[in-house]
């Protein structure tokens, strides 16, 4: 019942996801709470920054995760058209595919299985996308 380590992600903190073995959490740059374009991998163990991977400037990551059974990591970005569901690949380090969601719905949490992701709507719906192999 103690507060045993606190890690510093050098900005404003968005979105926290354990994926195979490691805390994730989404980061600014700065205090700026609306340009969360970093992802922070962190020993769950002893609190260490293991790495940072910057997203660029065209991905705004929001504060819902889902970790995949694969060992991806799911995430929900603000775009110029609404809301992209991006999957990270952290043995890569890179996001290696996104789709567009429903531009009249606004995403609110995710859950993910082996052959899809769903998507919680404000609206009161869950939305389906399908999961495939990279080709």
């Known amino acids: 019942g103690t507060v045993g380590v606190t890690v510093p992600l050098g900005g404003y ?31 769950p163990v002893t609190g260490e920054v293991l790495g940072r991977h910057d997203l660029g400037p065209t991905t705004a990551v929001r ?8 060992g991806s990591l799911w995430f ?18 890179r996001v290696d595919a996104s789709v567009d969601l429903p531009g009249d719905l606004t995403p609110t949490a995710l859950a993910a299985t082996p052959s899809s992701v ?18």
């Not at 600014?28 to 962190?42: F, H, K, P, T």
């Not at 504060?63 to 694969?70: K, Q, W, Y």
């Not at 929900?76 to 380090?93: K, N």
């Open 63 to 70: 504060d819902m995760f889902a970790s995949g059974p694969d």
């Open 118 to 135: 769903w998507v919680a709507n404000y609206e009161g719906s869950v939305t389906r996308v399908e999961v495939r192999p990279p080709a």
């Open 76 to 93: 929900v970005g603000s775009g110029e058209a609404g809301s992209t569901l991006h999957r990270f690949d952290p043995g890569e380090g």
């Open 13 to 43: 903190a968005a979105g926290f996801e354990a994926v195979g073995g490691s805390l994730w959490a989404a980061a600014s740059g700065d205090d700026v709470a609306n340009m969360i374009q970093r992802l922070i991998r962190i020993d």
